[in-house]
Antibody, heavy 119, light 106 residues
Framework: QVKLLQSGAALVKPGDSVKMSCKAS????????IQWVKQSHGKSLEWIGY???????LYNEKFKSKATLTVDKSSSTAYMEFSRLTSEDSAIYYC?????????????WGPGTMVTVSS | EIVLIQSPTTMAASPGERVTLTCLAS?????MYWYQQKSSASPKLLIH???ILASGVPDRFSGSGSGTSYSLTIRSMEAEDAAVYYC?????????FGGGTTLELK
C-alpha cells in the first residue's frame, strides 16, 4: 500500500538549518510529485511547494528563500531543507503525494515531521 | 493570493444531524477540495473536484458549489466525523487552504 515515511522530530537552534526526508513506497515514484505543507501548532495549513522526480520544483513565494526541495529518484525519497530557522518555523511539516497536472490535489499524506526551534 | 474563509469556525452537531460547512473564496476558483484532520493525525482527502468522493469515504459526505462559494455536507453526523475540516484551492498558486472548521460531537 502507499506509504510516505517521514523522518523523526527535530529540535534545532535558532539560525540553524534542518533537513527532513519523505520516503515513498507502494507506488511508482516517478508517476507522482511530492508536495510539502506546513502546519503551525493549532493552526491551518500552508503550501510550501512541490518537487517532481526529475527535480522540477515550484515554490510558494513566501517560502522561496526558506525552503530547498530536492529528490533522490533512486531511493524514492524527497527532502526539504529549511534554513535560518526562527521560532516561527516551529511546526509540523507534511509531505503529500499528487499525480501532477491536472491532478494537483494531495491524495495521500505522510505522518509529518515535527520541528521545534528553541535555544 | 486567493484567500479561503471557512465558516463556522467551530460547531457541534448531534448524532444524526445534518451538517453543512462552507468555504468562501476571495476570487473564483474552478474546483474545491476538502480534507479531514483528526487530532494527532495527518489530513485525509475527502472530496476532490468539488463533489467527487475520495476512495473509501462514506457516502454521507457530499460536496457542492461553484465560483466563490463551496460547501461540504454530512448527511447524518456520526461520532467518527468529529474532526477539523479544511478546504483547499488549486486554481492559482500559491495554493491555499482555508482556516478550518472544527466539528465536535454534541
Amino acid at each position: 500500500q502507499v506509504k510516505l515515511l517521514q523522518s523523526g522530530a527535530a529540535l534545532v537552534k535558532p539560525g540553524d538549518s534542518v533537513k527532513m526526508s519523505c520516503k515513498a513506497s507502494g507506488y511508482t515514484f516517478t508517476d507522482h510529485i511530492i508536495q510539502w505543507v506546513k502546519q503551525s501548532h493549532g493552526k491551518s495549513l500552508e503550501w510550501i511547494g512541490y518537487i517532481n522526480s526529475y527535480s522540477g520544483t515550484l515554490y510558494n513565494e513566501k517560502f522561496k528563500s526558506k525552503a530547498t526541495l530536492t529528490v533522490d529518484k533512486s531511493s524514492s525519497t524527497a527532502y526539504m531543507e529549511f534554513s535560518r530557522l526562527t521560532s516561527e518555523d516551529s511546526a509540523i511539516y507534511y509531505c503529500a503525494r499528487s499525480r501532477g497536472y491536472p491532478y494537483w490535489y494531495f491524495d495521500f499524506w505522510g505522518p509529518g515531521t515535527m520541528v521545534t526551534v528553541s535555544s | 493570493e486567493i484567500v479561503l474563509i471557512q465558516s463556522p469556525t467551530t460547531m457541534a452537531a448531534s448524532p444524526g444531524e445534518r451538517v453543512t460547512l462552507t468555504c468562501l473564496a476571495s476570487s473564483s476558483v474552478n474546483f474545491m477540495y476538502w480534507y479531514q484532520q483528526k487530532s494527532s493525525a495527518s489530513p485525509k482527502l475527502l472530496i476532490h473536484y468539488t463533489s467527487i468522493l475520495a476512495s473509501g469515504v462514506p457516502d454521507r459526505f457530499s460536496g457542492s458549489g461553484s465560483g466563490t462559494s463551496y460547501s461540504l455536507t454530512i448527511r447524518s453526523m456520526e461520532a467518527e466525523d468529529a474532526a477539523v475540516y479544511y478546504c483547499l484551492q488549486l486554481t492559482s498558486t500559491p495554493w491555499t487552504f482555508g482556516g478550518g472548521t472544527t466539528l465536535e460531537l454534541k
